[in-house]
């Protein structure tokens, strides 16, 4: 990684950061957590941000373009870490219905990831009048939030059933 002196290669590095996190759910994760739960309700919310998701790929994108720079993506160790992590609780857990529990509260740890990355760009984005920038970061921020929400409600509700079952 080349060393960052500025607050715009800050960004950039942030932003192809973000990219990895926002692909890696569109392509491998939300389809592969719609596929494992049983929750119909869990599985719509799974699909709806999907779209989201694919949005905020673009948005990311157009940010990049923004900046005159290639939208390249970079690993980020955050959501593989959080994959490997869930893969590894996932194959122990015997219920469809713990599983149930176990994705809304996997996934609701990588919208506070998201959550995180998407306000550290935005003050970053801000401080150097990228307002377009900020605008369609905060666009993201804002429907991560949503989606935080709903999966909060969502895990409430599966784990008040889990729980009587």
Known sequence: MPTISEPRQLLVTELQGMLYVERKQAEEVLPALKKEVESN???QR????LE??????SN???AFELLGENAKADKSH???GLVAQHDKVMKNIQSPHLRDVFD??????????EIAA???MI???ESLGEHEIVSLLEENLDQEKHTLQELRTTSEQLATQTASV
Do not use: C, M, N, P
Request: glycine residues 2%; proline residues 0%.
């Open 41 to 43: 309700e869990l599985k």
């Open 46 to 49: 799974f699909e709806h941000h």
């Open 52 to 57: 989201e998701t694919r949005r905020h790929v």
């Open 60 to 62: 990311l994108e157009r």
């Open 78 to 80: 955050a959501i593989d």
């Open 104 to 113: 809304a509260g996997a996934a609701a740890k990588t919208e506070h990831l």
């Open 118 to 120: 998407y306000e550290s």
């Open 123 to 125: 003050t970053t984005a």
